[in-house]
């Protein structure tokens, strides 16, 4: 079954401090890409990194780097140097492709994240 | 910003009204995505639209329909409104590589 999970429903993180969020995936296809979004409470939902499956090295998007392990199927979120800003719903995204050749985005639960000045 | 837009931002309406959710694509993109997101159910794939033609369904009620029109718009109906179908309602627009799905800012829809 293809599958996001997001175990971790919170996380607290000093301002400044490094932190990880895990996300881990299931598939059996061997294409397929990752994406993590980020969503404050205004509400809206953020586009943050994206790390396709042949890509052989981990994507990094300013603060933001995905830590990509293949064989663990792990696909998790560092966002280093944390600000306050950064406090908000983090959710991991999966694309695979369904029948007739569709893309699909399959999402995990999130995580919510709070920085603490 | 990411480029996608909806109306209207905000809407209240009653149990049993039929409301009409706008999205406009990011420019160059011709699919489009709609999004159902609930406290209780999370961020729920509702219709997909390339081109003008319905790519793929996930979890919409046949009280919903979706269409893209040829300037690639997209609007969102939803009939026979229940209080169950308060929710934030997204719209993304996607190219076809890389197909990251950019989000609007969303329409939150309460039903009284």
């Known amino acids: 079954a293809q599958k996001i999970t997001q175990t971790q429903p919170g996380m607290f993180v000093q301002e400044k401090e490094a932190v990880t969020l895990d996300c881990t995936y299931d598939?059996?296809?061997?294409?397929?890409?990752l994406f993590w979004y980020k969503q404050p409470s205004s509400g809206e939902m953020i586009f943050l990194i994206y790390?396709?499956?042949?890509d052989q090295q981990n994507a990094t998007e300013g603060r933001y780097s995905l830590n990509f392990q293949k064989a663990r199927k792990s696909a998790n979120l560092v966002i280093s140097a944390s600000q306050l800003g950064d406090s908000a719903m983090y959710f991991c995204?999966?694309?695979?492709?369904?029948?007739?050749?569709?893309?699909?985005?399959?999402w995990g639960l999130g995580t919510s994240l709070a920085v603490n000045p | 910003d990411s480029g996608v837009t909806q109306t209207p931002k905000h809407l209240i309406t009653a149990t049993g009204q039929r409301v009409t959710l706008r999205c406009s694509p990011r420019?160059?993109?011709?699919?489009v995505y709609w999004y159902q997101q609930s406290l209780d159910q999370g961020l729920q794939f509702l219709i997909q639209?390339?081109?003008?033609?319905?790519?793929a369904k996930g979890n919409i009620l046949e009280r919903f329909s979706a269409q893209q029109f040829p300037d690639l718009h997209s609007e969102l109906n939803l009939s026979s409104l229940e209080l169950g179908d308060s929710a934030l309602y997204f719209c993304?627009?996607?190219?076809?590589?890389?197909?990251?799905?950019?989000f609007g800012p969303g329409t939150r829809l309460t039903v009284l």
């Open positions: 639209y390339y081109n003008g033609e319905e790519r």
């Open positions: 420019s160059g993109d011709l699919s």
């Open positions: 598939t059996s296809d061997p294409s397929y890409g």
């Open positions: 790390q396709g499956s042949y």
């Open positions: 995204a999966m694309r695979v492709f369904n029948a007739g050749n569709n893309r699909k985005l399959i």
């Open positions: 993304a627009s996607s190219g076809t590589a890389p197909d990251t799905q950019y």
